[in-house]
Each structure stands twice: as structure tokens, then as C-alpha cells.
């Protein structure tokens, strides 16, 4: 799940970088090689990945590239960016800047969402503790109450 997760984050800023790519060479679009050259560069963790869809790529498997990219960064994310690069020969710099816009939004609702998941289950375990610790309370006192008045009860009684 870490691994997946710093993946993950990865793929953003290299979504950063071929948004940045493309802004910069407006006018005279990148090869894709030259593009996945970039990216490989500015990665750590998804270098391996990187090496295997630029070996891929020249070879002319550019289906397989872009498939085996997705499966080494196994996740969602990793799947929409591999499609966006297979993409690359195909569109324009200005497409390219507004595809990474809606790729970099929806990678940006997904971490919210994300985060918002672990926010409320860690209230709901706070909340399952406090109320066992009010009902444990709740036990103690009518325990102890109960035994005050049995106590009392065999006072008189002897």
C-alpha cells in the first residue's frame, strides 16, 4: 500500500513535468522519446518502469510499453498516465497541457478522498474508545452502587 502510494505520488510529479514539457515547447512539439528520456531522469522510484517503456518503445512494442508501464506502477493512476503517454505522438502541446490539468485534478480528488477516508476511520475507532471507556464508568458506578446498598442491606440484617 506505501509502495503503491509513493508510486502514486510519483506519477503526479511526473505529470507535473510533461504538463511542464509541454508548455515550455508549445511550438515545436517533443518526441515521445524525448519526453519519456525527461521523465525517467526526474524519477527514482518509477525509473525501472521508465527503462522498460523506453526499451519497449524502441523496439516498437508500443502496445506492450505502455502495458507493462501500467503493471509496474500497479494502480489506477499509473494505468490513466500510461494511456496518456501512449498518447504522446498523437496531440498537440496545448491538448497535452489540458489533459495533465484533469489528470493532476482528478489525482488531487483522489488523495482527498483518500485522506478523508483515514480521517473518519480513525474517529471512529476515538469514538468506539470513549464509549467504552463511558460505558466501562457507567458498569463501575452501578456496581458500586449496588454493592453499597447490599452492604448495607446486611448490616441491618445481622
Same mark, same amino acid.
Given at each position: 500500500?506505501?509502495?503503491?502510494?509513493?508510486?502514486?505520488?510519483?506519477?503526479? &510529479?511526473?505529470?507535473?513535468?510533461?504538463k511542464n514539457?509541454a508548455?515550455?515547447?508549445?511550438?515545436?512539439?517533443? /518526441?515521445?522519446?524525448?519526453?519519456?528520456e525527461?521523465?525517467?531522469e526526474?524519477?527514482s522510484?518509477l525509473?525501472?518502469?521508465?527503462?522498460?517503456?523506453?526499451?519497449?518503445?524502441? /523496439?516498437?512494442r508500443?502496445?506492450?510499453a505502455?502495458?507493462?508501464?501500467?503493471?509496474?506502477t500497479?494502480s489506477?493512476?499509473?494505468?490513466?498516465?500510461?494511456?496518456?503517454?501512449?498518447k504522446?505522438?498523437?496531440?498537440n502541446p496545448a491538448?497535452?497541457?489540458?489533459q495533465m490539468e484533469?489528470?493532476?485534478?482528478?489525482?488531487?480528488?483522489?488523495?482527498m478522498?483518500?485522506?478523508?477516508?483515514?480521517a473518519?476511520?480513525?474517529?471512529?475507532?476515538?469514538?468506539?474508545?470513549?464509549?467504552?471507556?463511558?460505558?466501562?464508568?457507567?458498569?463501575?458506578?452501578?456496581?458500586?452502587?449496588v454493592?453499597m446498598?447490599?452492604?448495607?442491606?446486611l &448490616?441491618?440484617?445481622?
Amino acid at each position: 500500500m506505501r509502495k503503491t502510494a509513493a508510486l502514486d505520488r510519483e506519477i503526479y &510529479g511526473s505529470a507535473i513535468t510533461l504538463k511542464n514539457l509541454a508548455l515550455v515547447q508549445k511550438e515545436r512539439p517533443l /518526441s515521445a522519446d524525448y519526453i519519456f528520456e525527461a521523465l525517467m531522469e526526474n524519477s527514482s522510484a518509477l525509473r525501472p518502469a521508465y527503462e522498460e517503456l523506453i526499451t519497449l518503445y524502441r /523496439s516498437g512494442r508500443d502496445e506492450a510499453a505502455f502495458r507493462a508501464f501500467a503493471e509496474k506502477t500497479g494502480s489506477r493512476a499509473g494505468k490513466n498516465f500510461a494511456a496518456v503517454l501512449s498518447k504522446l505522438d498523437r496531440i498537440n502541446p496545448a491538448e497535452l497541457v489540458k489533459q495533465m490539468e484533469v489528470f493532476q485534478n482528478i489525482m488531487a480528488e483522489e488523495r482527498m478522498t483518500s485522506a478523508i477516508r483515514n480521517a473518519q476511520r480513525k474517529s471512529v475507532l476515538v469514538t468506539a474508545w470513549a464509549s467504552a471507556s463511558v460505558f466501562a464508568l457507567l458498569i463501575n458506578f452501578a456496581v458500586v452502587v449496588v454493592f453499597m446498598d447490599t452492604l448495607g442491606m446486611l &448490616g441491618h440484617l445481622f
